[in-house]
């Protein structure tokens, strides 16, 4: 039997041009063969690392990645790094707490949450990023449709539930229940969420049906939760001057 294919029957699945590699400079360099070896394993746990990341990447809709780098610290007039910086040690994850993100549009909520699941994907956990008003959209079709366990399996299986844009619409009381349910059910369970809205909790109930409902809501959110508040102007804004005032 062949190297590769002995390799192989163990689990070690490399190219075959990456173990000739591997081989040719432990060669170069006199290795002992532990060391060729342990470079193999090596390796192999690299490429299992990053199959496992591009698997879970896939499926957790992220879309456009960010990274907190790419986030300008300078530009709201209110963001407490402190927090920002407890939220990205990710260990609410582990303990099935909630990130809230409350800021107007254009500061950069939705970045900082991205950033987040990035960094919950990289660290090896299972991540799922939604716009609140489609997923809840979708779980009133799948109810419809006689399919709702099915539509909220992912939401309430994966490790860490990013839900953008709660409260930026008025709600009706069937999408109410359904993200309460989502909500409680996750607590419940002790799953990690994040969550980004533009409105203060306190002005929730204007776009919601339900008083009662939507103080269970908050209450569960907020329990274990990090609230980061972010103000200042848009971005979005700035740019948009920015642009205006260069010369043409």
């Excluded at 000739?20 to 400079?25: A, K, L, Q």
């Excluded at 070896?37 to 990053?50: K, M």
């Excluded at 090896?124 to 959209?137: H, I, N, P, S, T």
């Excluded at 069937?174 to 980004?196: C, G």
Aim: net charge positive; charged share 30%; with cysteine.
């Amino acid at each position: 039997m062949s190297l590769e294919h002995s390799l192989t029957a163990v689990g070690i699945r490399l190219p075959r041009e990456s173990i000739d590699g591997i081989i040719r400079e432990g060669v170069r360099a006199t290795l002992a063969h532990e060391e060729v070896l342990s470079r193999i394993v090596d390796a192999e746990r690299e490429r299992r690392r990053l199959r496992s990341f591009q698997r879970r990447l896939s499926r957790s809709r992220l879309g456009t990645a960010a990274a907190l780098a790419d986030f300008d610290f300078a530009h709201p007039s209110r963001i407490d790094r402190g927090l920002v910086d407890q939220a990205f040690s990710l260990r609410f994850v582990d303990e099935g707490g909630a990130v809230l993100l409350v800021a107007p549009t254009g500061l950069g909520k939705t970045h900082i949450a991205r950033a987040l699941v990035q960094g919950a994907l990289v660290d090896g956990r299972r991540a799922l990023f939604v716009d609140a008003m489609d997923a809840l959209d979708q779980l009133v079709a799948a109810r419809a449709a006689g399919r709702l366990a099915t539509a909220l399996r992912p939401l309430l299986r994966t490790q860490l539930l990013c839900l953008d844009g709660i409260a930026y619409q008025r709600m009706d009381i069937e999408r109410l229940d359904l993200l309460f349910e989502v909500v409680r059910k996750r607590y419940d369970a002790n799953r990690a969420a994040v969550i980004t809205t533009a409105l203060p909790f306190a002005q929730w109930p204007s776009v919601m049906p339900s008083t009662a409902a939507t103080a269970a809501l908050v209450d569960r959110l907020v329990h274990r939760s990090i609230l980061i508040t972010i103000e200042g102007d848009s971005y979005r804004k700035r740019q948009a001057l920015e642009r205006a005032d260069r010369p043409r």
